[in-house]
């Protein structure tokens, strides 16, 4: 979120698509309940289902799943045909008058440099003209064609209100009610926040949907101000955390990256991340990435990372290619994996195509399952009848089952969605043997370490020199790791400006990661954090709730990242000359006298940054300014564009049939024969989750299994009539993978929907069912889903795929 | 009226003990339904965070158990923080019902082992687990590494075996994993952030 829970109280208008808070996030929706009761604010909900998020909004569309970019690219042409836009804000703090290259184009479904053998694009034509001194040429009177903003205008004139209701299914009233309502939400004092989640990061075309969204409110001046943002509301308690942690394929701490492999050289590793500004006085914070990368490496191997060994860069695996779970999974049901750790996680239920996961798995050498309950994954050679029909004689895996702590059983800190860091305490020891994960990564790591260092073996260096600097190397303290990630200093720390001033003593916590350095001097382990354990103590145990400016700010309960700061991009909440757009919602402002920025929030500026620097709010970009146009940062083009769900219903895409599904989405061959088509699989599954239930979890806990106990799918009236289903019946919903069988639910919530001359309907399948727990057993529903994710993130297309269904 | 031997030591225990009519020895039915001991009295309390959704409510955990070595403590009840100012003490359908899932059927206990072709667990000890996938992964690795490409490029990655982390594990255990699994050169490595 670039904003937070409590801050959504201050919204003039609240839209929820892709995503349904009322029902995911309930705790965190009582802040539009606000909004909606003392602001006056207006809830709308944009969902394929009529979800209890709906229920309670002042204006429900629906809307086909997968086509949102059809719904959102229709309302960015609505508002530039009727100039509903922040028009100081898109020109000082947008890339609207950059000069794009004359070698951009976009024709028929596919933009300029596409490779049809590799389903890639060669980027370099989706870049900006820039003058003799690097900067970025622009035309700020936005009239040259091949500005920004007319660019985006032209591609954008294809979404028309017929285009968008034929891709969509939304009726034309719907979605231009919608688009009025967002339209005046473009003055300076009016303010609306989206909330999304999953019903826009489970499709192969999801991060293009965000990312048009955060244009729409780009345009409407909307990010910085207090209610408004892009609240991305996420699923875990601390997803967020591991996020910023950087526990992914090709990931550091704190959003740095691994090299690849052709990066060699260590410097142009750094120099292609330490992005220099594209714009005269624009800050582009990467620029400090060599400090970041410095400190997280004097952390991780202290001593034996030197100057002189580029602070041991060459010790970092790099990548080919990206390892992602669903590519880790192909190579693994191809043989190719020989082990594999599921910590925590029970990818038998949650990844896609189960029949895949299942004989993937069983071709392992070893599993080693660490968990605080007994999942499918761990049984996954077990015979449990339909639910799990396997021979376990013919599965050679050796599987590990070890039991783990839960989080009331040991302190330590979480990430909320608002990137608020908390400090939790243990309240009792976990049954039986069961030992916190630090723990267990501790008896296994000094296993290993013992072993190299007796026998020998492949490349031993990091993990014979890697930091284990604990009291009790057996099982390191969250406290102590906590001060490693929050960083200190190794010498002393002196003032840039000063060298007489220290700033911080060798041995002391740092105070953030403005005091980080790349001379080695510095130790952090996720520069991001720095700030959360100073020499104040723990931050993010703080327990002051006093929101002095009434705005819903609680800036001592515990601490956010980055440097505490709330409201992200805050900059942008103030004109060219610093005055805050709305007076009655002030975050920061400048003051003339102090010569500073100041206000209710941690400014998300360089202090002394006078406005008439023009230092742009958006400080993580080279460019200063927000991107409409992306240039080379998505895979599928700098302009969000509709592409179908790899399984369609349609079988073309109405805007250009040469070009149906997303041109640079990876599928593997197997997978493409998996896919289904309309004929035999004709109307669209999506799913999704209940209150009562989190995941395949709470099957385990008896108060959610009774409040939700048996496995149930929903389906629209007209198709229930047509089937002779009636509510209560069992029913078999399939698609080209398998199928489950549940109990119908026959409801009013889905609508058939007509869409590009056919009649769609949806079929809605919870997931939290599945062959171990106190619930009744049931199907797991990823039996039905398909292989296959998005071009950037490679989250799969969980949202919308094709099924059908018969009476059982 | 029937007291019995229980029920009248049940009373005693409650406190009651103090009021007049059961000082006398005769507590009635009427006496015995008015007063219940309250059952957080002696709970000690510990603040944390709800592991589900990413909202982070603050929830407030009740244990018993008097801290006395050899006692193990045992969380009776859990409910939501009303100084939290996100959740304001509000709990959903899950953070209410999390003293079921801690102390859920479903929980693991100790260390198990199924063997390949095998239809069932055996329990073994952790040292054994630990010296055993130990093995395992240093056999995988030491067999697999690549240091260098065909072309001579650098790389010390290891490809064949991948690791899934937890996110509702805490940043402390995700950075110690991190840590520990990006030493040994994995590349195969995500949390739910994935899907």
């Known amino acids: 979120m670039t904003n937070h829970w409590v801050d959504i109280k201050n919204a003039d208008l609240v839209v929820v698509m892709g995503g349904n808070a009322a029902e995911a996030h309930p705790c965190g929706f009582k802040w539009v309940t606000e909004a909606k009761a003392h602001n006056n604010a207006k809830l709308i909900v944009v969902d394929p289902r009529f979800t209890r998020s709906a229920a309670v909004a002042d204006y429900y569309a629906p809307i086909r799943s997968g086509s949102d970019i059809a719904f959102l690219g229709g309302l960015i042409n609505y508002l530039l045909t009727h100039d509903k836009i922040q028009h100081e804000y898109v020109k000082k703090y947008t890339d609207a008058s950059f000069l794009v290259s004359d070698a951009y184009r976009f024709d028929d479904g596919l933009f300029s440099g596409y490779d049809k053998d590799k389903r890639s694009y060669d980027k370099a034509s989706w870049s900006y003209q820039k003058g003799p001194d690097g900067f970025v040429l622009v035309d700020e009177t936005l009239q040259n064609p091949r500005c920004v903003f007319n660019l985006m205008k032209e591609h954008y004139s294809r979404y028309t209100v017929e285009m968008v209701n034929r891709i969509t299914g939304t009726p034309s009233e719907q979605f231009l009610t919608v688009c009025g309502m967002v339209a005046e939400t473009c003055v300076p004092d009016k303010a609306m926040t989206i909330l999304y989640a999953l019903g826009w990061t489970q499709h192969s075309t999801g991060s293009q949907m965000i990312r048009t969204m955060a244009m729409v409110q780009t345009l409407l001046g909307n990010i910085g101000l207090s209610g408004g943002g892009i609240n991305a509301l996420r699923g875990h308690s601390n997803i967020q955390g591991l996020t910023d942690l950087g526990l992914m394929s090709n990931l550091l701490p704190g959003y740095m990256t691994l090299a690849g492999e052709k990066e060699q050289d260590f410097q142009g590793y750094l120099d292609k991340r330490a992005t220099k500004p594209l714009r005269p006085g624009q800050m582009s914070f990467w620029q400090n990435y060599p400090s970041f990368h410095v400190s997280l490496m004097k952390s991780w191997y202290g001593e034996a990372a030197t100057k002189e060994n580029n602070w041991c860069y060459e010790w970092l695996p790099k990548l080919d290619k990206p390892y992602d779970v669903l590519q880790v999974f192909e190579l693994m049901h191809q043989g190719k994996m020989n082990g594999y750790f599921a910590q925590g996680f029970n990818p038998l239920a949650s990844f896609p195509n189960k029949a895949k996961i299942g004989e993937a798995l069983a071709k392992l050498k070893y599993l080693v399952v660490i968990d605080p309950l007994a999942t499918e994954t761990s049984e996954f050679w077990k015979n449990f009848g339909a639910f799990n029909n396997v021979e376990p004689a013919k599965i050679q895996t050796e599987v590990f089952r070890l039991p783990s702590t839960c989080f009331a059983e040991e302190d330590g800190s979480l990430v909320n969605s608002s990137r608020v860091l908390q400090w939790h305490y243990k309240g009792a020891d976990a049954p039986g043997e069961a030992r916190g994960d630090a723990e267990i990564i501790a008896g296994l790591f000094l296993k290993l370490r013992e072993m190299y260092r007796k026998e020998g073996g492949a490349f031993p260096d990091p993990v014979l020199n890697l930091t284990w600097p604990y009291q009790i190397p057996e099982s390191p303290a969250p406290e102590e790791l906590a001060r490693e990630f929050n960083g200190k200093a190794l010498a002393d720390v002196t003032d840039p400006k000063d060298a007489t001033k220290v700033l911080a003593k060798a041995g002391e916590q740092l105070a953030g990661f403005a005091q980080l350095r790349a001379d080695g001097s510095t130790a952090c382990g996720c520069w991001i954090f720095s700030g959360a354990w100073t020499q104040a103590g723990n931050l993010m145990a703080r327990r002051d709730n006093s929101d002095p400016s009434g705005l819903g700010n609680t800036p001592n309960w515990a601490f956010a990242w980055p440097a505490n700061r709330r409201i992200l991009y805050n900059r942008a909440s103030c004109d060219s000359a610093g005055k805050p757009w709305d007076p009655r919602r002030k975050v920061i402002s400048w003051s003339a006298r102090e010569k500073k920025w100041q206000g209710m929030d941690v400014p998300d500026m360089r202090l002394d940054a006078d406005p008439a620097e023009n230092v742009g709010p958006f400080i993580m970009n080279p460019e200063g300014v927000a991107r409409l146009f992306g240039i080379d940062k998505m895979a599928e083009g700098p302009f969000p564009e509709h592409y179908e769900p790899f399984e369609t219903p349609l079988d073309t895409n109405p805007l250009h049939p040469a070009a149906v599904s997303n041109p640079a989405a990876r599928v593997f061959k197997g997978d493409l024969a998996e896919f289904g088509t309309s004929k035999d699989f004709p109307y669209v599954g999506t799913t999704y989750r209940l209150t009562e239930h989190f995941h395949f979890w709470t099957k385990h806990v008896k108060l959610n299994a009774i409040t939700q106990p048996e496995q149930f799918v929903e389906i629209d009236e007209e198709l229930a009539r047509a089937k002779g289903v009636s509510s209560g019946d069992l029913i078999k919903v399939s698609s080209k993978r398998g199928h489950i069988k549940a109990v119908a639910v026959v409801t009013k919530r889905l609508k058939v929907l007509e869409v590009n001359g056919r009649k769609i309907h949806t079929v809605g399948i919870p997931i939290h069912w599945g062959f171990k727990g106190v619930a009744k057993n049931g199907y797991l529903a990823n039996t039905l889903t398909p292989f296959v994710g998005d071009a950037n993130t490679q989250t799969p297309e969980f949202k919308s795929f094709l099924v059908t269904i018969d009476k059982v | ?195």
């Open chain 2, 1 to 195: 009226m029937r007291v019995t031997r229980r029920s009248f030591f049940k009373v005693c225990a409650s406190g009651l003990g103090s009021s007049s009519v059961a000082m006398l020895g005769f507590p009635t039915l009427d006496v015995l339904a008015e007063v219940r001991e309250f059952k957080l009295t002696r709970t000690s309390e510990a603040r944390n965070t709800c592991p589900y959704c990413a909202v982070g409510c603050g929830i407030i955990m009740h244990s018993m158990g008097d801290k006395a070595k050899n006692a193990k403590s045992s969380i009776v009840h859990i409910e939501g923080d009303a100084d939290h100012p996100v959740n304001r003490g509000t709990l959903c359908p899950k953070g209410a019902s999390l003293l079921d899932f801690v102390h859920s059927e479903s929980r693991l206990h100790y260390p198990e082992y199924r063997a390949p072709g095998s239809n069932a667990w055996t329990r073994i000890s952790w040292d054994d687990a630990f010296t055993r996938i130990a093995k395992l992964v240093k056999a995988d690795r030491d067999q697999n590494f690549i240091p260098r490409t065909a072309d001579g490029l650098t790389v010390n990655r290891w490809l064949t075996t991948g690791f899934l982390a937890a996110s509702a594990s805490s940043n402390e255990s995700g950075y110690l994993t991190h840590k520990m699994v990006r030493s040994l050169g994995m590349l195969a490595f995500d949390n739910q952030a994935r899907v």
